[in-house]
C-alpha cells in the first residue's frame, strides 16, 4: 500500500492551498483518513481527520479555516487549506488506516509534503 501526497508548496500568509493524498496497492477498505504536520523542532500532531461515514475531527487551531474530505471511490483524502497562517508552516503528512486484501489492518503514511507560509 502506498500513499502519495501533493499539493504542497509556498504560500502567503492569508493564501490557500489543497493537499491531497491518493492510497494505492492491495487495499481492501480503509477505515479513517487524516492529515498530521510536523514543524521543525516540534511533535508530529494532529491536523483534521475523516472516517469512512464522512465524519470528521479537526485540531482547534485550524477549525474554521481548513476542511478535511475524502472521494471513497478514487481512496483520496483531502485538506483544503485557507487564511494560512506562518505557525501553518510544517511537513504534512498523510495516515490512512487500511484494511488489505489479506484483510490485516494497519495504519499507513505519506512521504510528507512541506507548506511553509511566509508572513
Known amino acids: 500500500v502506498q500513499l502519495v501526497e501533493s499539493g504542497g508548496g509556498l504560500v502567503r500568509a492569508g493564501g490557500s492551498l489543497r493537499l491531497s493524498c491518493a492510497a494505492s496497492?492491495?487495499?481492501?477498505?480503509?477505515?479513517?483518513m487524516g492529515w498530521y504536520r510536523q514543524a521543525p523542532g516540534k511533535q508530529r500532531e494532529l491536523v483534521a481527520t475523516?472516517?469512512?461515514?464522512?465524519?470528521?475531527n479537526c485540531a482547534d487551531s485550524v477549525k474554521g479555516r481548513f476542511t478535511i474530505s475524502r472521494d471513497n471511490a478514487k481512496n483520496t483524502v483531502y485538506l483544503q487549506m485557507n487564511s494560512l497562517k506562518p505557525e501553518d508552516t510544517a511537513v504534512y503528512y498523510c495516515?490512512?488506516?487500511?484494511?488489505?486484501?489479506?484483510?490485516?489492518?494497519?495504519?499507513?503514511w505519506g512521504q510528507g509534503t512541506q507548506v511553509t507560509v511566509s508572513s
Open positions: 496497492g492491495s487495499i481492501f477498505s480503509i477505515y479513517d
Open positions: 495516515y490512512a488506516q487500511v484494511l488489505t486484501a489479506s484483510y490485516y489492518k494497519y495504519p499507513y
Open positions: 475523516i472516517a469512512n461515514d464522512g465524519s470528521t
